[in-house]
C-alpha cells in the first residue's frame, strides 16, 4: 500500500505549505530551487514516519502527524528586538565579540546579541547566497557536499527538512585552520502573533565543513521565544582527515516545542570528533546522531545528557558506523525522567567487515525519579569483523537510598539530597564538556531545574 | 536534663524486633562505649538514634534535648545535633567533599535561623579543622568517599563531625577493618573534638578502640538488651574473658524469673 493512501492531516498542508515557499525561494539559485523540489518530491513519496516504522517503535511519530502547520510570517512572527537580544545573549558562551548567528524561526537576524559572522580564515554564511554561476571553490564545495550525510529518500523528516529550509547555513573551515572562538549559532522559534491552531514551523540547515587538519567547536542552541513551534533540523559535518570538530547541541525550548533533528557526520583519516546533546526543553523531542568512520585512526565521541519532566518525550538515536579499521568510539549518554516523561535511547554500533580493530564502548544510563516516569532503552550491535572490541551497558535505575540517608544523615532536606545525587548523576556527562562557558552556564541551568536549594 | 534519655525502646527492621527494650542516659560532656558481639543491636540502635528509615520504632521513647527524636526526620535530628558515623560510609561519586560539607552546614545554619556561612570563613573553618585532625587538604576536592580507603572514609566521618560541631556523636564500628594506625588517627580525632559540651556514644565489638577514646561508660548489648554496664574496667574483663559470662549470667537470670 502507498503511503499516499495514508497521507495524515500533516502531510497534506506540507504540500500546500510548499507553495508557499514560492515567495524566498524565488530569490534563491536555481541548483537550491532544484533541491527543494527534489526533496519535496522524496517527502510525498516517503511521508512522515508512523509507529509501523521500525525506528519509531518506541516513540509515536502522531504528535507530529497529527498536528497542522504554517509557515513564519518574516514581520508578524518575529519576536520584537529586544526580547530576542535579551534571550539571545544569555546562550551565548562567549560574552567579548561571539562569533556566530541568530536564526529565528528560519531566517538569519544580523546584529542580535552582539554576535557576528566568524571571521576568516573561516568562511560562513547563507548557503543561498551561493549563485549558479559561482566559480568559488568553497561553494563547489557546499554544493557537493549539501545533503551528502542525509538519505532523503530513506528519511521522510531530512526530506522535510531540505524541501523547506530557508536560510541554511555553511561554515567552512579551512585547511589547517583552528578556530579557537566557538561558533555559536543560536536558533529562536515561536511567535508573538496570535496563536491559531497551527504549530510554526521552521528547518534550520547546517552545513559543516571542516578541511584537513582544521580545528572548530561549534555549539547549536535551539529555545523559544514563545511556544506553538515546530522544529524540523538537519545538521551534516564533513570533518576532514586530522581535524578535531567538537559539536555541541543544547535543546531547551517550551515544554509544547515538537523538534526532530538529524546530524550526519564523517570521519575521515585520523579525524577527533565529539558531539554532545543536552536536551534540558522541548515537549517532542528527537535527535539522530548518524556517524560514519569513513578512515583509519579516527576517534569518534557521541555524549548525551536529557532531563525529562511533565509528559515530555525524549528520544536520542544514535549510530556509529565503523566503515574503517583501527577506530575507536566512545559513547555515554545519561537521562533523568521525573513525573510522567518518557525517555528513548537507541544506540546502533555497526562494524563492518574490514574495519578489523574496532574499540567501541558504548554507556547509557537513565535515573527515573517517579514511578510514573519510563526509559525505553535498545542498545543494537552489528559486528561483521572478528577482530573487535564493542562494549555496551545500559543501567535504569532510582536514587540510591543509601546514598540518599547519608546526605540527610548530615542535615541536607530529602529534597536538596535527591537534586544533589541527580546533578551529581548528570555532572559526569556535563564534565566532559570542553567549553567552559557553557559547562558552567548548564550546571547553573540544570540545578535551576532540580526542586530545592542546591546549588545556591 | 540529660542529652540523650533512652527509655524502653523497642525497634526493629523488616517485621522482626531487635532491640528488646533499651534504656540509656547520656549526658554532655559523657563518653559511652557499647559493646557487643554481632547480630546484638548495636548498629541497630545507631541507625534507629540517626532516623534510618527502615528501622522500625515499635516502642519507648527518646528524648534529644527535651525534643522528642523520633518525631524527627533525619536531617532534623542532623541539625538538632545528632551525628552518626557510619560504619559504611557511602560513597557519593560527583559530589565534592567540600561542596557537600558546606551544602550540610548550611543547611544546619538554616535551620537555627542563622545565615549562610560565607566561602571564606567556611573555607577557613574546614582548614583549621584539618590541621587539627592531621588530615591532607587533598581530601576536600575529591568526592565523597569516592576511592577513598577504608582508614580514608572513617577519618573523613570524624572530619565531617568536625566542621559541623554535633552535640552527640555516635560512632558506629568507625575502629572496624582499620589497622592499628588508622585507629589512632581516628581516635586521636574523636579526642580532640571531646568538649564538656558534646558527648559520643562509641559503638564498637572490641576493646582496642576504647584504649585511645577511653569512655567514662561501658554498657555491653546482648540480643537486644543492656544486660551489664560498668565503668572502663568493664571493657577490659571483656577484652580478656570474652562475653560468654555475660551470656550465662543472662541465661541464670532468665532461667530463675522462669
Not at chain 1, 21 to 29: D, E, G, R, S
Not at chain 1, 221 to 232: H, V
Not at chain 2, 143 to 160: D, H
Request: glycine content about 8%.
Amino acid at each position: 500500500m502507498s503511503k499516499l493512501a495514508v497521507t495524515s492531516a500533516a502531510e497534506g498542508t506540507f504540500a500546500a505549505l510548499f507553495e508557499q515557499t514560492a515567495t524566498y525561494q524565488a530569490a534563491q539559485p536555481v541548483w537550491l530551487q532544484s533541491l527543494h523540489t527534489a526533496a519535496l518530491s522524496a517527502f510525498s513519496t516517503l511521508g512522515l514516519p508512523t509507529r509501523n516504522d521500525e525506528e519509531w517503535r518506541f516513540t509515536s511519530p502522531s504528535r507530529i502527524s497529527e498536528t497542522t502547520y504554517r509557515l513564519s510570517d518574516s514581520v508578524a512572527d518575529s519576536p520584537d528586538a529586544a526580547t530576542l537580544a535579551e534571550l539571545v545573549w544569555e546562550r551565548l558562551t562567549d560574552d567579548t565579540a561571539p562569533t556566530g548567528y541568530v536564526i529565528c524561526n528560519g531566517r538569519i537576524l544580523s546584529g542580535v546579541g552582539g554576535l557576528i559572522a566568524p571571521a576568516a580564515p573561516a568562511v560562513t554564511g547563507r548557503i543561498a547566497d551561493l549563485a549558479d554561476d559561482s566559480q568559488n571553490p568553497i561553494a563547489e564545495k557546499v554544493r557537493a557536499a549539501l545533503g551528502s550525510r542525509i538519505t532523503l529518500d530513506q528519511n521522510g523528516l531530512a526530506a522535510l527538512n531540505s524541501a523547506f529550509f530557508e536560510d541554511g547555513i555553511y561554515l567552512y573551515i579551512p585547511r589547517s585552520a583552528v578556530i579557537e572562538k566557538p561558533i555559536e549559532l543560536v536558533f529562536v522559534s515561536g511567535s508573538p502573533a496570535e496563536r491559531g491552531p497551527d504549530a510554526l514551523m521552521n528547518a534550520p540547515r547546517l552545513l559543516i565543513i571542516a578541511e584537513e587538519n582544521s580545528q572548530a567547536t561549534i555549539l547549536e542552541t535551539y529555545i523559544s521565544a514563545f511556544p506553538g513551534a515546530f522544529t524540523c533540523a538537519v545538521t551534516e559535518v564533513i570533518a576532514g582527515d586530522n581535524s578535531v570538530v567538537d559539536h555541541y547541541k543544547v535543546t531547551d525550548e517550551n515544554a509544547d516545542a515538537l523538534h526532530v533533528a538529524q546530524m550526519g557526520v564523517q570521519l575521515g583519516t585520523g579525524t577527533v570528533f565529539s558531539s554532545h546533546s543536552v536536551t534540558l526543553g522541548g515537549g517532542f523531542v528527537r535527535n539522530e546522531v548518524t556517524a560514519r568512520l569513513d578512515g583509519e585512526h579516527a576517534e569518534c565521541t557521541l555524549n548525551g545528557l536529557y532531563l525529562g519532566d511533565g509528559d515530555r518525550l525524549l528520544d536520542n538515536h544514535t549510530t556509529i558506523d565503523h566503515a574503517s579499521p583501527n577506530c575507536s568510539s566512545h559513547e555515554l549518554y545519561k537521562g533523568i525522567l521525573t513525573d510522567k516523561s518518557r525517555g528513548v535511547f537507541n544506540g546502533k554500533i555497526f562494524v563492518r567487515l574490514d574495519a578489523q580493530k574496532t574499540d567501541a564502548k558504548q554507556t547509557n544510563k537513565a535515573l527515573l525519579l517517579s514511578p510514573d516516569a519510563r526509559v525505553d532503552t535498545k542498545p543494537q550491535l552489528e559486528i561483521l569483523a572478528d577482530d573487535v572490541k564493542c562494549t555496551h551497558g545500559a543501567t535504569i535505575g532510582q536514587l540510591e537510598p543509601n546514598q540518599v540517608f547519608y546526605l540527610r544523615s548530615r542535615g541536607i532536606s530529602e529534597t536538596d539530597a535527591r537534586s544533589l545525587l541527580t546533578y551529581a548523576f548528570a555532572g559526569d556527562v556535563v564534565q566532559r564538556i570542553k567549553v567552559a562557558a557553557l559547562k558552567s552556564a548548564l550546571d547553573k541551568r540544570i540545578l535551576e531545574l532540580l526542586p530545592g536549594n542546591v546549588g545556591q | 536534663m540529660a542529652l540523650l534519655e533512652i527509655t524502653d525502646l523497642h525497634a526493629g527492621i523488616a517485621g522482626r524486633e531487635i532491640l528488646h527494650g533499651i534504656s540509656l542516659t547520656v549526658n554532655a560532656g559523657e563518653t559511652h562505649a557499647i559493646m557487643g558481639l554481632n547480630g546484638s543491636g548495636k548498629s541497630t540502635l545507631a541507625n534507629v538514634l540517626a532516623g534510618r528509615e527502615a528501622y522500625e520504632v515499635t516502642s519507648g521513647t527518646v528524648e534529644f534535648n527535651g525534643k522528642d527524636l523520633l518525631d524527627l526526620a533525619p536531617e532534623e535530628r542532623a541539625c538538632e545535633g545528632v551525628f552518626l558515623a557510619f560504619q559504611y560510609p557511602v560513597e557519593i561519586p560527583g559530589v565534592n567533599n567540600t561542596y557537600f560539607l558546606r551544602a550540610a552546614l548550611n543547611a544546619q545554619r538554616k535551620y537555627h535561623g542563622l545565615d549562610e556561612i560565607s566561602a571564606i570563613a567556611f573555607m577557613a573553618l574546614v582548614k583549621e579543622k584539618l590541621k587539627i585532625l592531621h588530615i591532607d587538604q587533598g581530601l576536600l576536592n575529591r568526592p565523597v568517599n569516592e576511592g577513598f580507603s577504608g582508614g580514608e572514609k572513617k577519618r573523613n566521618e570524624i572530619f565531617q563531625m568536625a566542621v559541623l560541631n554535633p552535640k552527640l556523636a555516635i560512632l558506629d564500628e568507625t575502629d572496624s577493618g582499620l589497622d592499628i594506625d588508622a585507629i589512632r588517627a581516628v581516635a586521636d580525632g574523636v579526642n580532640a573534638l571531646r568538649s564538656p559540651d558534646r558527648a559520643t556514644i562509641v559503638v564498637t565489638h572490641y576493646q582496642r578502640l576504647l584504649n585511645y577514646i577511653v569512655p567514662d561508660f561501658v554498657h555491653v548489648l546482648l540480643n537486644g538488651r543492656i544486660i551489664t554496664s560498668g565503668g572502663k574496667e568493664l571493657a577490659l574483663k571483656l577484652e580478656s574473658e570474652g562475653y560468654a559470662w555475660l551470656e550465662e549470667e543472662a541465661a541464670a537470670v532468665a532461667g530463675a524469673k522462669n
